[in-house]
């Protein structure tokens, strides 16, 4: 409890007093991993062999046509394994877990991604594992929880609140002040107490770091925009901090603007004039909340946005202007990822389509020879009951249909036979 | 200050009971009549907690508190005018529990001096480590009143003097990991932690969480000073109804 991490204003360590030897416990560990080049080469090597490090950047020649502007390349962070940038925070952590001697994860969930790619870690490294995840993200993102069982981890539903992820945050701290002795909590995105956001975005810096080199080599120049999305802010993290000391690169952090302006319509924190600073969660950032400091409901599509709070790195980032932040609506953002579906062959998830939904407004007013950067943070596989229904395919409704039929037909002649 | 009061009451007995209750649940009418029943019952000192949407440190049956105390319209305001009313009803000294957000969005020095106005005299804020509360810390000691400060099972003897430094009126102990209202062993080694505890600190020792019969009770006396019942004290009413909360504290005391 010395170094409390704070980004001007923003960060610190708001923490139950029976986690402080918790906290430093991890920050000790965090701080030598990063003082030791090896760790980072084991991290590199663990990447590049389970996973699909480097990703790579691909031109989208087609969208590029389509949009009549700026050139545009997306960062494939969709093709890591689990399908998601959250792989690169979840096997960082893994390895911290494993130097800390601890048997045992847990982690919060919104989409789902975290949850999965933690599971995964949790199989490949042998920890036991048990994810929270609100009610309401259970109910729309059943393929992801499936996966979630199907590699051993407990999936608890948690009904307190308002159901998402910061309930499941929650939840998962009542679980680490009791089990801390042999558990790990693997927070999933650059929020929470210190070292949390530092440590996350470190894990994420393997996408900026990447994309700057790629840029580089293959286009002989840095991008002059790049667009990622923001929901605790760890992809848009990782992706900029690449970028950081380049003042020509201009970083662009897209929330959810749900269904638009207003209080409980969106999760916008920086994009929209509706949040205020507070500290909830651990740590102190801008949070949609009432003048009494309670934390209101917050709307998205992609439940991996759909948070009250936001990093304390970007909060900082937000006021000092190094980063600017816009919000994309569920609307832009399903007709995003349908063009880039249809032009490219790319299925960015919902979450990601955020970022492809901000670009492709600012895309046609830039030059031919300009280049923009996205981030493609993950792949909608698990969106597919979201987005089918978003834009209400007749043929898909027929199959869940079929399938209902099927398994209803199933139950009743079990249940006959018992 | 609550250290004397406290002094004062153990030449009369050896354990002092504080209790608990979630300010407007289940609604702010039977929070002052759980007020009133607990104070006849015998209690010495109590907590009023301020709801909040995130109380990250309790448990479900506080947890649920919370949530019910907000749906049904709690709000900071009420909760400092109920306990306005409170303070000048009871003669027992009241402290706020309450989440950091809840000052932190009010204006820290600002809460801190209504708490004074409206009579109360210390607080337990669970996620505001001393090292981020230098402007509630000073403002507390202004005004003369007490931000006590939790020894776990986990805080080492280093961390205990810490805590010492910044803690006034008594020290809050918790009996084990965990959120509140979970089962507690009370047993040997609960009483070697508590001897631990002693060792570092001259405030008196009020030992919370689990806490929930007249057994435990009885097996605090002789370790601790004060006796702490939160989550049980709401199950009771859940279960039961208000009317059997003062019953259920008379039963524990005598
Ligand atoms: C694909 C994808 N992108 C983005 C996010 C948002 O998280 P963050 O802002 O931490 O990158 C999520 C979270 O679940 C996600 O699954």
Known sequence: MKNRGYFNQFGGAFIPEILVPTFDQLEAAYLEAKADPAFWQEYVNLMSTYSCRATPITYAENLTKHLGGAQIYIKREDLNHTGAHKANNVMGQGLLTKRMGKRRVIAETGAGQHGVATATMAAKFGFDCTIYMGAVDVARQRPNVFWMEQMGATVVPVEDGSATLKDAINEAFRDWVTNMDDTHYALGTACGPYPFPEMVAWFQSIIGIEAREQMLSQQGRLPDRVYACVGGGSNAMGLFSGFLDDKEVELVGVEAGGRGKGMGEHAARLAYDDATVGVAQGYKTYFLQNPNGQMMDTHSVSAGLDYVGVSPILANYHDTGQVRFEAATDDEVVAAMQLTVQKEGLIPALESSHAFAQAFKEAPNMGKDEIILINQSGRADKDIFTVADAIDDPKWREFIITKADQYRARAATEGGVR | ?254
């Open chain 2, 1 to 254: 200050m609550l250290e004397q009061y406290i002094q004062d009451r153990l030449q009369h007995k050896e354990l002092l009971l504080m209790t608990h209750i979630v300010l407007g649940y289940p609604s702010y009418d039977k929070s002052m009549y759980l007020v009133e029943s607990m104070v006849e019952a015998g209690v010495d000192l109590m907590e009023l907690q301020i709801p909040f949407s995130e109380p990250m440190a309790d448990g479900p049956v506080i947890l649920k508190a919370n949530a019910e105390a907000l749906k049904a319209g709690a709000t900071l305001e009420k909760s400092l005018e109920m306990a306005e009313k409170i303070t000048a009803n009871f003669d027992i000294p009241f402290l706020f529990m309450t989440y950091y957000n809840i000052l932190f969005k009010h204006g820290v020095s600002d809460f801190v001096s209504k708490m004074h106005d409206i009579g109360i005299k210390g607080a337990i804020i669970p996620d505001l480590p001393p090292e981020e509360a230098s402007e509630y810390l000073q403002s507390m000691q202004q005004h003369k009143l007490d931000p006590v400060h939790i020894f776990t099972p986990n805080s080492s003897l280093e961390r205990k003097q810490e805590l010492n430094e910044h803690t006034s009126g008594f020290m809050y102990t918790v009996a084990r990991k965990g959120v509140t209202g979970k089962d507690t062993q009370f047993g040997d080694e609960l009483g070697e932690y508590l001897v631990e505890c002693r060792q570092a600190t001259d405030l008196p020792l009020a030992l919370g969480f689990g806490v929930k019969s007249k057994a435990d009770f009885d097996f605090i006396r002789g370790k601790a000073d004060v006796a702490i019942i939160g989550s049980e004290a709401i199950r009771v009413m859940e279960d039961k109804g208000v009317e059997a909360v003062g019953p259920f504290i008379h039963s524990i005391i005598n």
